[in-house]
């Protein structure tokens, strides 16, 4: 029997509301989305013809698979904060090996970003180093490789030419306003989201977030979970890197650092408990997609950049505040 199906017939309009919103906490999001996306297109009207709607989704893509390593590391009680920088270093990769064609030069991107998600994987789950502090590591880490990489005849200082392939599938367009990068995270998408509700390793996870010790009593292997779980952060790190060079069509050492703290806002934003256990990509997605709305207002405003910063972060701890208190869900 449904919840439904048990509700108090005699429940007013109201309450029926909030226990659909509570029963589908996405509906919420969906309508901050369209009020939002309706605000910003009184400010900015060509925000309602297909090249406005394109230029959002264009961007809203990668950023929500950027997101997609944040969802999948907090639905374990964890967190990425190397997740820019392995996107910067994988799209790095991906172009010095870009004359030896695309299998290699995507292989290589993505044996990279797989790479350090293992270590990031192993720092966590078998040497029990806080998800903040190794990945927060890491990243400086990465910093360092980069900049010693790409300075006079470093190893990452050779070809920075984008792979045709990459420009296509990053910035080139399906059809009308709809952008060739959202065929990635369609598939990206239906992957995690099948992969999280309907696999073993799917399940480990939440219970993982959720309660870790009970899932050992119940034979999980957090550690192997763990390592599992960075590992797919690192790929899905590489393969936003890629994105965001394909839309750009360069490199640069600190291309995808602007977008670290707006992942982790999609994914919090998008139900995601930071606590683990709670959450998934779907509002992850519409997450992301109110954060690429929302910087386009705020880009229209006449301000300076710290005014819109301020603003910025205002609005996303609202829209995290007004998602808990309409769907009634808690952090503990």
Partial sequence: MTAATMAPTGESRGQRTARIMAEKPVIALLVVL????????????????????????LLACPLAILAAVQTVCMLTGGIDLSAAMIANFAAYVSANNAGL??????????????????INGIGVGVFRVNPLIMTLGMSSVLVGVITVGIVGDGFLSGSTTILSLVKSVGGGTLFGPIPLNSIVLALVAAILIL?????????????????????RLAGVRSWQVLIAVY?????????????????????????????LLPSVAAAVIG?????????????TIVGALILTVLNRLLLGLETSDAVRQIIYGAIVLALAWFYVRVTGQRAD
């Fill in 34 to 57: 369209a009020i939002l996306y309706v605000i910003t297109g009184v400010q900015d009207p060509t925000l309602f013809a297909p090249q406005g709607i394109r230029s959002v989704l």
């Fill in 195 to 215: 992969g999280l509700g309907r696999t073993g390793l799917g399940r480990s996870i939440y219970a993982t977030g959720d309660n870790e010790s009970a899932g």
């Fill in 271 to 283: 139900g995601t408990s930071i606590l683990g256990g709670t959450g998934g990509f779907g509002g």
């Fill in 101 to 118: 064609g695309p299998i290699a030069s995507l292989g290589f991107a993505f044996l990279v970003g797989g790479a350090i998600g293992l």
């Fill in 231 to 259: 590992v797919i952060a690192g790929l899905l790190a590489a393969l936003a890197g890629l994105m965001f060079s394909g839309i750009s069509g360069s490199v640069g050492p600190d291309q995808t650092n602007s977008y």
